[in-house]
């Protein structure tokens, strides 16, 4: 079995791209679970989508095959011409694979280094409601070590120490432009995860007025209650807007919520009103053009993008530090990856060993007491587990990549009498390919 991954970031495609790959992931969930029908192709899938980032990692014995038909999966349902995802496209395999999600997890691909709403992301993405049917042990295992590396990164490296994240690089930028937001009155669009850390920061900053709008007024005024702010409902967006400072764009929607003619339907003296709008949104919620109309200044993700890229250099220095706990990790994962082809041989060994221990206790203990034929077999059993206990720890010890190790997984079922069909075994390969891209 092979881990791999196929996806999409902010590294490689523009907002425009990843914006049409917006997708639904119940149906993600629906299309990868019928790939994972035949025997060997899929055996567990996760997908992970965030504002910056698309990818769906998978475990299969045939990782090209399956890469092929995952890309070919999100290049129909996002409705994009498969050449061109294949132009925004990554694909990563084995421990370069491992390798990635481990730096995702750690924010050492996210667009500000360190950044702590990723770590959150990645969780999610382990723990979705869907997952438990497409998710294996080896992912199970996987998603497990990326959430302790990205803790552990945060923890014994001071990369995370002042990063913002992107929705805190966002508020930075506009603030710097509107200055305090005391006297301010800011209408948050979405409340979601992104909706809510807005919030958060923007009650943090002292804003003069918050008002939460959602499509469901319940979830809207859970947020606000939390940050005492208002809670209301989407309807009547415009009225809502011509009181408003500053605008913030989180809700998941097809289309865009704000044009223009949105402004229009203001009324000439409201809409002369300079206003900020802020576009978090995937894909976006307020219409490029709005930033033609007069007294609106619009920033969007890729804005905000180019304006954090100036503060990497802050927190440059921890960077190899952090990239050295994660090739550790990568490491532990993937020799306990390999340590798994043992599993199989030693599962055989065990039944056999155990079952002839069984076999001579019942054979020496006939005509005896029951008390002792139960010690007979007590006896056979724990000297077995002794006998076991070197080539167990061997075994599992075993590199099947090394000539040794694979010598010793090859030789033991025949010196144990065991049968091969019994202990197949699995060598993922240490291959790497990018399919009309650089690795981000």
Not at 36 to 62: F, I, K
Not at 347 to 375: C, H, M, P, Y
Request: charge should be neutral.
């Amino acid at each position: 079995m092979e881990v791999f991954v196929v996806g999409t970031s902010h590294s490689i495609a523009p907002v425009a791209v990843r914006e049409r790959l917006h997708v639904n992931l119940d149906e993600i969930y629906e299309a990868v679970g019928r790939l994972m029908g035949p025997p060997g192709l899929l055996e567990e899938a996760v997908p992970l989508a965030t504002c910056g980032r698309l990818e769906l990692y998978g475990v299969s014995q045939d990782p090209e095959r399956a890469s092929r038909l995952l890309l070919r999966l999100l290049s129909r349902r996002v409705g994009v011409a498969t050449s061109d995802v294949r132009g925004r496209f990554y694909t990563l395999r084995g421990a370069m694979a491992t390798r990635h999600l481990l730096r995702v997890a750690a924010g050492l691909d996210s667009v500000v280094h360190g950044e702590e709403q990723i770590l959150g992301q990645v969780r999610e993405a382990s723990r979705h409601r869907l997952s438990t049917d497409t998710k294996g042990r080896i992912l199970h295992r996987l998603f497990d070590v990326s959430l302790a590396t990205g803790k552990r990164v945060r923890h014994e490296t001071n990369i995370g120490r002042g990063a913002a994240s992107l929705a805190s690089a966002a508020l930075g930028t506009v603030k710097r432009e509107m200055g305090p937001l005391s006297s301010a009155s800011a209408l948050v669009l979405g409340a979601g995860e992104t909706g809510a850390l807005v919030a958060r920061l923007l009650s943090k900053a002292g804003v003069g007025r918050l008002v939460i709008a959602n499509r469901t007024l319940e979830t809207a005024r859970e947020v606000a209650t939390s940050v005492g702010g208002e809670g209301v409902g989407l309807e009547g967006l415009v009225g809502l807007m011509a009181d408003a400072d500053l605008i913030v764009g989180a809700v998941t929607a097809e289309d865009v919520l704000v044009t223009p003619e949105t402004m229009s339907a203001m009324g000439e003296r409201a809409a002369a009103k300079p206003r900020y709008f802020l576009d978090l949104a995937h894909p976006r919620n307020f219409d490029p053009a709005l930033a033609d109309v007069a007294g609106v200044t619009l920033v969007d993700l890729e804005q905000v993008f180019q304006r954090v890229e100036e503060a990497r250099s802050a927190r440059a220095e921890q960077v190899p530090q952090a990239e050295a706990i994660v090739n550790e990790q990568t490491e532990l994962f993937e020799h306990w990856l390999r340590s798994r082809q043992s599993v199989p041989v030693l599962r055989a060994i065990r039944e056999q060993v155990l079952d002839l221990a069984r076999e001579e206790a019942e054979r020496f203990g006939q005509g005896r007491s029951a008390e002792e034929r139960e010690q007979l077999f007590r006896f056979a059993r724990s000297l077995a587990r002794t006998l076991l206990h070197a080539p167990t720890v061997a075994l599992r010890a075993a590199d099947p990549e090394s000539p040794e190790g694979r010598l010793l997984l090859e030789q033991t079922p025949t010196l144990f009498g065991v049968g091969t069909e019994s202990a197949e075994r699995e060598r993922p390969g240490r291959t790497y390919r990018v399919i009309g891209a650089s690795a981000p």
